[in-house]
């Protein structure tokens, strides 16, 4: 290549980068920023919507939930999403509205005779305090303790309940995914576990030989998740200020309505409206 | 007699010293090949059976859980080439500036390698948020490819302006009087013999940045975001690989196989962009010694 072809391909490229650089011919955009337990969620829900919707385009973007939150207030999103409860403060000036709910119930061996754990004997278990399962009226065997990898949504859910820090816990299994764990049960019936509740009851339903621990007095089941009794669980919000536009305010609609409870249930949680 | 047997001892103990060192030696390269060995095989064996054309280049489907990485991968060579357009050029001049034109030991010069080196010490999710403020929200940029890419040019900076400076300052210093007596100007003396000269060492800064700059997360979340769509121009927002994997890995139920195989392809991306660059700068190299 001589040295002006050169020159003249560099040229091209950059008037090409500086062109596409420029806004272009759009309709209706929706921002939505925040929790990355939702994120993907709202993903799958605004392809289907953009899909059916030609010239809305939805951005989603991830984050955080205070992220969500902050954004929303300053306009930087037409939306946000928050994995939790809004503070009275935040709640004061935004709109939170509650699209499905995240559930993580504890789950032991079919075989074992445990069926109800309170708040503070499964402090006892996870802190190794208690490390047998006569304790809990079971066999005599020591308790195998699954804790999921730091990070995860449950594992904050979880410990969240129980008013522990990840460093408090003693663990014999870490793992990531909730398949991990109903496996370690499957594989060891003295192992306990917890897992996201829309996972549990799938494969408790479809033969998986797991039990959903009641805890707190109230059965482990979807409907109790719904209805806001189940008590290790949290709320996934979109939140708004006084200023959301049209097309957000229509994909708002959509997402409180029962049309997305398919994709909701697709990722473990549980649909609410 | 005690007066032999004391050298004696000596030698033997030296000795044994002498070959504990190399088994230490061996034994700390058998550990890391072994945990590289572990780590490609565990990444082969999750990741291989759904790698195909069809993975590559299809659009992501169900959160990452099915469907291709294809916009993911374009996203992520688009935020490459943004980031190595803006930091190759300005690593250099900075390491040339610093090299060639400053004092030594004067004051600016000081205060740009301090800078420099302050820069390499800050956490990448810091310079996450800088990009978000700066290109995102004060540059207009919003979430964007070009933003995502600018905000990890500032981020591999330090690392290439480093080693192209201590490449710069390991030639023999024959060279420039050598180049002035010819009657070079200064220029043409950087552009003609300094920077070929230097080019490995280059080189071996724009590769450890590629490495640093594809395995980027945290500054990228908050840059050129998380959208999944085919990018139509650099302003808008894509998904890098590691976003993506990360993304899957933590966020997504049940994305584990799919973050194992996407794991693999930017292993394989890495490699692929690392010798391309290894590659054009030797043949680069000897045609210029050919021609000359």
């Known amino acids: 290549m001589s040295k002006l072809q050169f020159l003249r391909n560099l040229a091209a490229l950059v008037s ?13 955009v929706v921002v939505l920023t925040g929790s990355s337990t939702i994120a993907p969620v709202i993903s799958d829900v605004a392809k289907r919507y953009e899909a059916a919707n030609p010239g809305v385009r939805i951005e989603v973007q991830s984050g955080g939930s205070s992220r969500g939150i902050a954004d929303a207030l300053s306009g930087t999103a037409d939306l946000g999403m928050a994995s939790r409860a809004l503070s009275a403060d935040e709640a004061a000036k935004l709109t939170a509205h509650r699209i499905a709910a995240d559930g993580v119930c ?5 075989d074992n005779p445990v069926s109800e754990l309170s708040r503070e004997q499964l402090i006892s278990i996870y802190t190794k305090k208690a490390t047998n399962w006569k304790d809990f009226g079971g ?14 949504s449950t594992l904050e859910v979880f410990l969240h309940y129980l008013g522990l820090d990840n460093a408090d816990v003693k663990a014999d299994v870490v793992v990531g995914e909730n398949l991990h764990v109903i496996n370690s049960v499957v594989a060891n019936p003295n192992t306990i576990g917890y897992v996201s509740i829309g996972t549990a009851a799938s494969e408790a339903k479809g033969g998986t030989p797991i039990k959903l621990v ?14 806001g009794t189940f008590p290790i669980t949290r709320p996934l919000n979109i939140v708004e200020d006084a200023l959301t536009s049209p097309a957000a305010k229509a994909f708002l609609d959509h997402l409180t309505s029962p049309a997305i409870n398919d994709i909701i249930q697709k990722h473990f949680f549980v649909p609410v409206n | 007699m005690p007066s032999v047997s004391k050298p004696a001892a000596r030698r033997a103990s030296f000795r044994w010293l002498d070959r504990s060192f190399a088994v230490a030696g061996g034994m700390a390269a058998l550990v890391s090949f072994g945990l590289f060995a572990w780590l490609i095989r565990d990444l082969v064996r999750l990741g291989m059976p759904r790698i195909s054309w069809e993975f590559l280049t299809a659009e992501v489907a169900d959160a990452g859980r099915s469907g291709g990485i294809g916009p993911v991968l374009v996203s992520s060579v688009l935020i490459l080439v943004c980031c190595l357009g803006l930091a190759i050029p300005l690593g250099t001049g900075c390491a040339l500036w610093l090299a060639e034109y400053a004092r030594r030991g004067s004051v600016p010069a000081r205060l740009v390698t301090g800078g420099v080196d302050l820069l390499a ?11 978000m403020v700066f290109f995102g929200q004060t540059l207009r940029m919003g979430f964007s490819i070009l933003s995502g890419g600018l905000t990890l040019a500032c981020m591999i900076l330090p690392m290439l302006v480093r080693t192209t400076l201590s490449a710069l300052e390991a030639l023999p210093a024959d060279l420039r009087p050598a180049a002035a007596g010819l009657g070079m100007t200064r220029s043409t003396t950087i552009a003609k013999v300094l920077l070929p000269a230097a080019l490995p060492g280059i080189v071996i800064g724009v590769t450890l940045g590629i490495g640093r700059a594809l395995s980027e997360t945290a500054a990228l979340i908050f840059t050129s975001g998380y959208s999944t769509r085919w990018p139509e121009t650099l302003s808008d927002s894509g998904r890098a690989l590691s976003v993506h994997i990360y993304d899957l890995a933590l966020n997504v139920a049940n994305g584990g196989p799919m973050a194992s195989s996407s794991a693999l392809v930017l292993l394989a991306l890495i490699l692929v962009v690392n010798s391309a660059a290894v590659t054009l700068s030797e043949r680069w190299l000897l045609k210029r010694h050919q021609t000359s």
């Not at chain 1, 504890?106 to 079919?110: G, S």
Request: glycine share 12%; net charge positive; aromatic share 4%.
């Open chain 2, 121 to 131: 010490s800050v956490p990448s999710i810091v310079f996450g948020l800088f990009g």
């Open chain 1, 214 to 227: 009641s805890t707190g007095g109230v059965a482990a089941t979807t409907e109790n998740v719904a209805n």
């Open chain 1, 139 to 152: 066999p005599d065997a020591t308790i195998v303790v699954a804790n999921k990898a730091e990070g995860r």
């Open chain 1, 106 to 110: 504890v789950v032991v061996h079919r």
């Open chain 1, 16 to 28: 090409l980068t500086v062109a596409s650089c420029g806004k272009k011919e759009t309709g209706a």
